[in-house]
Nanobody
């Protein structure tokens, strides 16, 4: 079992920045691929970014490439999402998730943190 707790959300003006954190319980954090997802009101949850177990590979949805950066610190059992140049359309609840080796779907999810981009 892995428990995930997100933090760092809030209200920010367009063009601003936020850094989300996701703290994981357990001693096997480094064995999981980690991802960030988001869900805007009235929309389905969408993939935002993922990072490999070692942190050597990452992937992003096209809409955030060049603006968001995912990273992880396996010693601290934490994954981050640095979000720059935020736009109103980035407004959503952001979730972190963990995927075990050889799994297609993400197995564990956090409770989410709200990000609102508005002037």
């Amino acid at each position: 079992q892995v428990q995930l707790v997100e933090s760092g959300g809030g209200l920010v003006q367009p063009g601003g920045s936020l850094k989300l954190s996701c703290a994981a319980s357990g001693r096997t954090f480094s064995s999981y691929t980690m991802g960030w997802f988001r869900q805007a009101p009235g929309k389905e949850r969408e993939f935002v970014a993922s990072i490999s177990r070692s942190g050597g590979n990452d992937n992003y949805v096209d809409s955030v490439k060049g603006r968001f950066t995912i990273s992880r610190d396996n010693a601290k059992n934490t994954v981050y999402l640095q979000m720059n140049s935020l736009k109103p359309e980035d407004t959503a609840v952001y979730y972190c998730a963990a995927k075990a080796l050889y799994r297609t779907l993400y197995d564990y999810w956090g409770q989410g943190t709200q990000v609102t981009v508005s002037s």
